[in-house]
């Protein structure tokens, strides 16, 4: 079993920054298929980007060249660097899990269905 729990969601100007925190508990994420999701109001749950247990790493291609993933593993956290925030990034964001996942380069974002576990989100808004 794995304990998720996002934080680091506020509210920030177009252009501006914000890192995303999910911690883990329960066992070591890095161990796991880990991806990043928003969802915003009257939408499908959209994956961002995923990385496996290789640290083979897929983005979508909505927040290529502006969103990292990456693990801190001495703090069993994974995290979402996001840069230039548009107003349609605004939506609650959700950490994910799933023991099984393979990615390559090119290979498509796992879908939600995949995913076993998730956090609780965290309300992200950007203002124009």
């Known amino acids: 079993q794995v304990q998720l729990v996002e934080s680091g969601g506020g509210s920030v100007q177009s252009g501006g920054s914000l890192r995303l925190s999910c911690a883990g508990s329960?066992?070591?994420?890095?161990?796991?298929?880990m991806g990043w999701f928003r969802q915003a109001p009257g939408k499908e749950r959209e994956g961002l980007a995923a990385?496996?247990?290789?640290?083979?790493?897929i983005y979508a291609a909505s927040v290529k060249d502006r969103f990292t993933i990456s693990h801190d593993n001495a703090n069993n956290n994974l995290s979402l660097e996001m840069n230039s925030l548009k107003p349609e990034d605004s939506a609650m964001y959700y950490c994910?899990?799933?023991?099984?996942?393979?990615?390559?380069?090119?290979?498509?974002?796992?879908?939600?269905?995949?995913?076993?576990?998730w956090g609780q989100g965290t309300q992200v808004t950007v203002s124009s």
């Open positions: 990385i496996d247990s290789g640290g083979t790493i």
């Open positions: 329960g066992t070591a994420i890095s161990t796991y298929c």
């Open positions: 994910a899990a799933t023991g099984v996942c393979r990615l390559w380069a090119g290979s498509p974002l796992p879908s939600r269905y995949e995913y076993n576990y």
